[in-house]
Antibody, heavy 115, light 110 residues
């Protein structure tokens, strides 16, 4: 059974960098032909695709966030990560990691951008 | 890329059917058969209900069905049950390795 678990700071200062990690269990990132994605949801609002990474390291990003986003993978730890730079209050959201563009989801983690 | 358009709300009585639309363009919904639908209960992560327009993952009741006509995809929930009350989101491949979501529809079981 595939399980994904997000972790990282719940509070980030404006202009700082948001960093999250998604640990995958029950499924090997390196042996699969899946894309591993990040999706966010501002409080009370809808879902927004942030970007994704393949086990080879190939990435795709939402054009509206591309200049600030980096997604990386650590196959040895079976995890992938998100970095979002120059954050503002508008980046406050629940951040989810997913497998295969939505087949499995982590429980989500709330990140608040505030001083 | 713009978000797909969904009605903000929909409702039906138990046992009835409700259909939710998801309108995009020929660059996303209309151009690819990669439309998915997700169910999200309050405080929970989304759950995949439909993929590739009309396919159901194992374990999803056959009361849930998907279809597409032109630039509009639809999710129909037949035989509404109280546990179907939730937010529903569509998503579509939008070309150039991009994904786009709809704004979400709140389904209320009257």
């Amino acid at each position: 059974q595939v399980q994904l678990q997000e972790s990282g700071p719940g509070l980030v200062k404006p202009s700082g960098t948001l960093s999250l990690t998604c640990v995958v269990s029950g499924y090997s990132i390196s042996s699969s032909s899946n894309w591993w994605s990040w999706v966010r949801q501002p409080p009370g609002k809808g879902l927004e695709w942030i970007g994704e990474i393949y086990h080879t390291g190939s990435t795709n990003y939402n054009p509206s966030l591309k200049s600030r986003v980096t997604i990386s993978v650590d196959k040895s730890k079976n995890q992938f990560s998100l970095k979002l730079s120059s954050v503002t209050a508008a980046d406050t959201a629940v951040y989810y990691c997913t497998r295969a563009r939505g087949w499995n989801w982590g429980q989500g983690t709330l990140v608040t951008v505030s001083s | 890329q713009s978000a797909l358009t969904q009605p903000p709300s929909a409702s039906g009585s138990p046992g009835q059917s409700v259909t939710i639309s998801c309108t995009g363009t020929s660059s996303d919904v209309g151009g690819y058969n990669y439309v998915s639908w997700y169910q999200q209960h309050p405080g929970k992560a989304p759950k995949l209900m439909i993929y590739e327009v009309s396919k159901r993952p194992s374990g999803v009741p056959d009361r849930f069905s998907g279809s597409k006509s032109g630039n509009t995809a639809s999710l129909t929930v037949s035989g509404l049950q109280t546990e179907d009350e939730a937010d529903y989101y569509c998503s579509s491949y939008a070309g150039s390795n991009n994904l786009v979501f709809g704004g979400g529809t709140k389904v209320t079981v009257l």
